[in-house]
T-cell receptor, first 111, second 116 residues
Framework: DAKTTQPPSMDCAEGRAANLPCNHS???????VYWYRQIHSQGPQYIIH???NNETNEMASLIITEDRKSSTLILPHATLRDTAVYYC????????????FGSGTRLSIRP | GAVVSQHPSWVICKSGTSVKIECRSL??????MFWYRQFPKQSLMLMAT?????????EQGVEKDKFLINHASLTLSTLTVTSAHPEDSSFYIC????????????FGPGTRLTVT
């Protein structure tokens, strides 16, 4: 089973920030949180990952709470092309780690 | 970098035949590759983990004799769906993890299989 929980769906107005929450209360101290998204009929696309500090790249920002039990993915200026299912993943940190997908959050962007 | 390709991108086959799907890591070596299946409106389901040079490890409920996995080199894994039936029609996605870490997985674009 997936080790994270996310709301099943969210919507956001185009041009506004989309904030996607994720709970990962069982995450261990050395395990990263990863975010992927899947646009319809495509393979999952890597977005960002983090351990304990907030992270930012050209796609998104990742805010991780101090206790590391939850995080928020922020798309600062959502566009219609950001419509996708977003997955928050805790794959573990070892050579035996593997990604188990939960249901993710279906993000819809309103024009 | 870290590009994973799949071939073919889509395939249609007749019931009872077998079909092979290839997964390649284009710019890195992958000791471990993963195969997923996705039905419409559902999430990805992990089918098996393949390690180069050894037998694949299948998830519970996945028939190893029906879904043959070969990982003969550090850049290629293949999934063969044997004696395909219409219920095997699905979106098959592979991912690869770079040898020696970090333990990130890179995903291919997927292969849509339709069995008629």
């Amino acid at each position: 089973d997936a080790k994270t929980t996310q709301p099943p769906s969210m919507d956001c107005a185009e041009g506004r920030a989309a904030n996607l929450p994720c709970n990962h209360s069982t995450i261990s101290g050395n395990e990263y949180v990863y975010w992927y998204r899947q646009i319809h009929s495509q393979g999952p696309q890597y977005i960002i990952h983090g351990l304990k500090n907030n992270e930012t790249n050209e796609m998104a920002s990742l805010i991780i709470t101090e206790d590391r039990k939850s995080s928020t993915l922020i798309l600062p200026h959502a566009t219609l092309r950001d419509t996708a299912v977003y997955y928050c993943i805790d794959p573990g940190y070892s050579s035996a780690s593997k990604i188990i997908f939960g249901s993710g959050t279906r993000l819809s962007i309103r024009p | 970098g870290a590009v994973v390709s799949q071939h073919p991108s889509w395939v249609i086959c007749k019931s009872g035949t077998s079909v092979k799907i290839e997964c390649r890591s284009l710019d890195f070596q992958a000791t471990t590759m993963f195969w997923y299946r996705q039905f419409p409106k559902q999430s990805l389901m992990l089918m098996a983990t393949s390690n180069e040079g050894s037998k694949a490890t299948y998830e519970q409920g996945v028939e190893k004799d029906k879904f043959l996995i070969n990982h003969a080199s550090l850049t290629l894994s293949t999934l063969t769906v044997t004696s395909a039936h219409p219920e095997d029609s699905s979106f098959y996605i592979c991912s690869a993890r770079e040898s020696g870490g970090p333990y990130e997985q890179y995903f291919g674009p997927g292969t849509r299989l339709t069995v008629t």
